[in-house]
């Protein structure tokens, strides 16, 4: 069975796979590129896109260097995705994030599954952290690297993915269904 979901995240995966083709993504130009997948219930991984988006709007960068699937459903996308990755539906939510000038060098970040920013991540309990998240340290780090630049990502807590180039992985999802 289809949902709305569905047809949503595979226009997305459509428009995300021909800015991926159109667009400069290099060396001089933004330092970063960065997929979430998300589920609905995850609203703090959602409120974090979100800051990510503000950081990456105010410094023009294209659609094709952030992206997000999943808000309304974990769809067909977010699966063949989740695939073409090497990441399975147990690391939603997660966001990969490469440097612009090096795509297949992508770290995976988890990503809090609840409603709050903190989530299951927080040892206080109380809405506060003592620590800084990976995915504010890898924010920060995208805000001091001016473009033109190599973004740095040695000691962002996270997991660091074997094979996807993230300029290519839209296309290689949407390859098995067209014939």
């Given amino acids: 069975m289809s949902h709305h979901y569905d047809e949503h995240d595979h226009d997305k995966l459509l428009r995300w796979r021909d800015d991926l083709r159109d667009a400069t993504i290099d060396v001089d130009g933004f330092p970063a590129m960065a997929l979430f997948l998300v589920k609905p219930q995850a609203t703090g991984a959602h409120e974090i896109f979100r800051r990510y988006r503000a950081e990456f709007e105010q410094r023009d960068a294209s659609f094709a260097h952030l992206v997000i699937f999943g808000m309304h459903g974990v769809s067909a996308t977010v699966k063949g995705l989740l695939e073409h990755t090497g990441l399975a539906e147990e690391d939603l939510p997660v966001m990969m994030l490469a440097p612009a000038a090096d795509p297949s060098a992508v770290i995976a970040v988890s990503l809090p599954s609840g409603e709050s920013l903190e989530g299951g991540d927080d040892p206080n309990g109380d809405g506060t952290?003592?620590?800084?998240?990976?995915?504010?340290?890898?924010?920060?780090?995208?805000?001091?690297?001016?473009?033109?630049?190599?973004l740095r990502?040695?000691?962002?807590?996270?997991?660091?993915l074997n094979g996807p180039d993230l300029r290519e992985v839209a296309a290689a999802t949407l390859a098995p269904a067209v014939r």
């Fill in 129 to 150: 952290c003592d620590y800084l998240a990976p995915w504010q340290d890898a924010l920060d780090r995208i805000r001091i690297t001016k473009d033109g630049r190599i």
């Fill in 153 to 160: 990502l040695m000691g962002v807590q996270g997991r660091k």
